[in-house]
């Protein structure tokens, strides 16, 4: 495997459901992202992870938690969600948080809340 | 105010048109400006990325940053239709604090 991978790719899930998306990096990065892409939105930052300590959290509800147990692999455990939660999840890493600092993306996970 | 603004179009062209698609943003700190590209069913890419204002250019794509006037530009030479794909823009303050902000994407499809 090489770059950013997620899975899973789809995730359909009622709203009492309790999931979780998983983010792997194999690029030897120190910070790790979540973001939401939704329709006609920007990409909306959800959390930032620098060497496995959370730097950010861009006011997300905490019906999504994430974990991040070392440098190489992101979660984001989800529950209670609704269904303007529906979007594409992506995940992506970068060798640290300044500006200069590619960052590279996961394919992301298609999540639909029913 | 929304710090980064973009058409999210869709745009249309034939093959071989130039291409030209634009940003405007609001803060005057930011000072990397980069442009993703974004294919159906994939995560964004880097394909572009520039520091304060200028020009830079790399193969068929150049891009363009009037700090001035608080505008960023892509365009795309020869368009293929591999080209087809959503076009991000994004600017970033520059220090290890603050993060990427994107635009909604412009959606290029280029018919052949």
């Known amino acids: 495997e090489t770059g950013v991978t997620q899975t899973p790719r789809h995730l359909v899930m009622g709203m009492t459901n309790k999931k979780s998306l998983k983010c792997e990096q194999h690029l030897g990065h120190n910070a790790m992202y979540w973001y939401k892409q939704s329709a006609k939105k920007p990409l909306e930052l959800m959390f930032v992870?620098?060497?496995?300590?959370?730097?950010e959290n861009n006011s997300v509800p905490s019906r999504f938690s994430p974990e991040c147990p070392n440098s190489s692999h992101l979660f984001l455990h989800l529950h209670t969600l609704q269904p303007e939660d529906s979007a594409l999840y992506l995940c992506?890493?970068?060798?640290?948080?300044?500006?200069?600092?590619?960052?590279?993306f996961g394919p992301g996970t298609r999540l639909t809340v029913l | 105010q929304k710090e980064v603004e973009q058409d999210p179009g869709p745009l249309s062209v034939p093959e071989g048109a130039i291409v030209s698609l634009n940003c405007t943003y609001s803060?005057?700190?930011?000072?990397?400006f980069m442009w993703y590209r974004q294919y159906s069913r994939k995560g964004p890419e880097l394909l572009m990325y520039t520091y304060s204002s200028g020009n830079k250019e790399d193969g068929r794509f150049t891009a363009q940053v009037d700090k001035s006037s608080k505008y960023i530009s892509l365009f795309i030479r020869d368009s293929q239709p591999s080209d087809s794909a959503t076009y991000l823009c994004?600017?970033?303050?520059?220090?290890?604090?603050?993060?990427?902000?994107f635009g909604k994407g412009t959606k290029l499809s280029v018919k052949p």
């Open positions: 992870y620098n060497f496995k300590e959370q730097t």
């Open positions: 992506a890493s970068s060798g640290g948080t300044s500006g200069h600092n590619e960052q590279f």
């Open positions: 803060n005057s700190a930011f000072q990397y």
């Open positions: 994004a600017s970033h303050y520059g220090g290890s604090q603050g993060n990427l902000i």
